[in-house]
């Protein structure tokens, strides 16, 4: 943020002009600019995904319009899909983890800072490799986000193999990533703060991180396969050739599957902090909070065949996997009941972050329930492939971790300007996008139980007014996100309230004993705690 | 920084972790493979497992037991061939051997060469069904316009779950010509 500029001059040789300014953003280690680089990267990305998204809503306005080719939209569904994902919620929490992370354990920055500047700078580059592939000769990658065998082996267009390398990019820089965040996390504490004292948004981090690990080589290894299926002969998801097309689909949901929760954990971290701030209380039940998050992330290694009831599976499979998803309700649930109990009798407020907390708690919630309906095989027979699971992804994804990412940035906004938004334009932001999101996927629900497929250019006409709904959200949703750009935009150029250290009322935590904004350089001698 | 020599051991050990499971994604071929046949829970069968004719110990005939197998072939994508079983099902007792064909005509104006992969439900009967003598063991070549008859020998063998009285074994046959040609070359 430009913010900066001024308070760390004494740090750097005061050059002016712009190649100073890039190789400042470009070489920076500093674990503060890393994160503002990779939230702002998260916002442009955060537009692009919903250009794409806004595309395939006024393609479905009504059957035939015909406004864009059917391929094209199926290279839109396409790269939205992977852009929203790998563009914008996980740089965005990875973001979150740069900038709070050090700061809430009292650590001076992250252990690996030029590591952290790596993981950030190989990924405007992936999606640069990612999105030529849109003005390739040729076709973008056009068989969904999934990129399931044959569709991108056999029948895959030439840009699979940007695609393909773009992903192993991004697969390089998440693992960096996780590799700085545990290192920070278990050598860089403040003496005293202990595991069991660290707030639940580190806690969050530091299991997500593992996830990473653990899923992000074997999409890695899955795309490599692709790769040598493409061009060097092998058949490993070729039946012709002796492999198994469905192998391709166990390997990515083992990736998959870990990978749903990567996208969540941290936002029920945040979730955690906020709401215990605005209630003016303490997180009810702490130990069983970070012990959900630990449960929900084994339990996460072994559903991923829930992804895949229909593929061709033996019965005692899909039971085992029906009743292991079914099990992730639990930890689930107790981290639902936590934060209701961490709301009872407590003295509340409602400011942007807390509602965008609440928005959260009670469409995430829908979201699950719905995740609950098609973990459920025979029911999922009948759901599958029908907009009722891309509403149910779409509840968990944008009113889940895109909700739980706002609530973050509004709540550490002023401890990283200095100044507090304009609470009347946040709520606005807040009313229009919950308005949106509810607009845009409710009805889809319905669609899938009235059976209308997913991965549709045109559909049949009993199917349009509510997928008229649908767009008419979508674009509420789509220009409701200027507010917030115009929001943060001001609250970086100093203007609005200051902010003192403490922020909100209720807030506690090492990252509120800091000044606002936020010193250059933290922690340079560890705190003491208390 | 404050502990340079840890920040190397969790360095380390997550790189090892890493490289496990990117390996361990290769892993799961050979494994898959394995799995799917010990257990049954998989529909089809890599070709390679079938590719061996079953050696099987000379055991009695159970008369007392019928199960019906039914075939089903289809040819993939747009493989312009003629494939189809020449009895759609039989009846046979466990711990006979039964031989069936297959007709197959290319109807193109190429010479081409196909492997036909099976595929079988209901996935229990997959470890109890033994091929002795097979046309989808090898790859199997037709003059273009020619056309030939393919037998299939197998036996059931006594182990078949007693619940299974049908079992479905499908064939799809697969284009593999510009492979061997680019061997060729
Ligand atoms: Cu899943």
Known sequence: ?530 | MSKPRSHRKVIVIITVAVFFMFTFCFAMVPLYNAICKATGINTSIRASEWSKPAVLASAAVDISREVTVQFVAVTNENLRWDFYPRVKSIKIHPGANNTVTFFAKNNTDNDMVVQAIPSMTPPQSIAHFHKIECFCFRQQSLQAGASKEMGLTFQVDKDLPPEIHTITLAYTLFDVTPKTNAKKV
Not at chain 1, 52 to 78: D, S
Not at chain 1, 79 to 107: D, E, K, R, S, T
Not at chain 1, 370 to 398: E, K, N
């Open chain 1, 1 to 530: 943020m430009t913010t900066h500029t001024d308070v760390h001059a004494h740090s750097h040789p005061i050059n002016k002009g712009f190649l100073s300014w890039v190789a400042r953003w470009l070489f920076t280690t500093n674990h503060k600019d890393i994160g503002t680089l990779y939230l702002l990267f998260s916002l442009v990305m955060f537009f692009v995904g919903g250009v794409m998204a806004l595309i395939i809503r006024t393609q479905l306005f009504h059957p035939g319009l015909g406004f864009i080719e059917p391929n094209f939209y199926n290279v839109m569904v396409t790269v939205h899909g992977l852009v929203m994902i790998f563009g914008v919620i996980m740089p965005a929490f990875v973001g979150l983890a740069n900038w709070m992370v050090p700061m809430m354990v009292g650590a001076p920055d992250m252990a690996l800072p030029r590591l952290n500047n790596w993981s950030f700078w190989i990924i405007p580059f992936a999606f640069t490799i990612i999105i030529s592939t849109l003005f390739l000769k040729g076709s973008g990658p056009n068989g969904g986000w999934t990129m399931y065998a044959p569709l991108s082996t056999t029948y895959g267009p030439p840009s699979m193999d940007f695609l393909i390398i773009g992903i192993h990019l991004l697969g390089i820089s998440s693992i960096l990533g996780a590799i700085n965040i545990i290192a920070t996390i278990l050598n860089l504490r403040a003496p005293g703060m202990t595991m069991m004292k660290m707030p639940l948004f580190v806690w969050a981090w530091f299991i997500t991180a593992f996830l990473l690990i653990g899923a992000m080589p074997v999409l890695a290894g899955v795309v490599t396969m692709m790769l040598f299926d493409r061009h060097f002969g092998t058949s490993f998801f070729s039946a012709a050739g002796g492999g198994d097309p469905v192998m391709y689909q166990h390997l990515f949901w083992f990736f998959g599957h870990p990978e749903v929760y990567i996208m969540i954990l941290p936002g029920f971290g945040i979730i955690s902090e906020v709401i215990a701030t605005f209630s003016r209380k303490r997180l009810f039940g702490y130990p069983f909070m970070v012990g959900a998050i630990a449960a929900i992330a084994l339990l996460s290694y072994v559903v991923w065949g829930h992804h895949m009831f229909t593929a061709g599976m033996a019965v005692g499979a899909q039971l085992f996997f029906m009743y292991a998803t079914i099990l992730i309700a639990v930890p689930t649930g107790i981290k639902v009941f936590n934060w209701i109990a961490t709301m009872f009798r407590g003295s509340l407020t409602f400011e942007t972050p807390m509602l965008f907390a609440l928005g959260f708690v009670v469409l995430f919630t829908i979201g699950g329930f719905s995740g609950l309906m098609l973990a459920i095989v025979p029911a999922d027979y009948q759901y599958q492939d029908t907009y009722f699971v891309v509403a149910h992804f779409h509840y968990v994804l944008v009113a889940g971790a895109l909700l739980s990412i706002f609530s973050g940035v509004y709540y550490w906004l002023p401890k990283w300007t200095g100044h507090y938004y304009n609470e009347t334009l946040g709520q606005l932001h807040f009313w229009l996008t919950i308005i949106g999101i509810n607009l845009t996927f409710f009805p889809m629900h319905f669609l899938g139980l009235a059976g209308m497929p997913r991965r549709v250019v045109d559909y049949a006409p009993q199917f349009m007014p509510a997928n008229m709904l649908c767009t008419i959200g979508a674009f509420i949703l789509g220009f409701a996100q200027l507010i917030f750009v115009y929001i943060v935009i001001r609250a970086m150029m100093k203007k609005g309230k200051p902010a003192d250290a403490r922020v909100w009322e209720g807030s506690h935590g090492l990252e509120w004993t800091l000044e606002s904004p936020a010193p250059y350089h933290s922690f340079s001698t560890p705190p003491v705690i208390s």
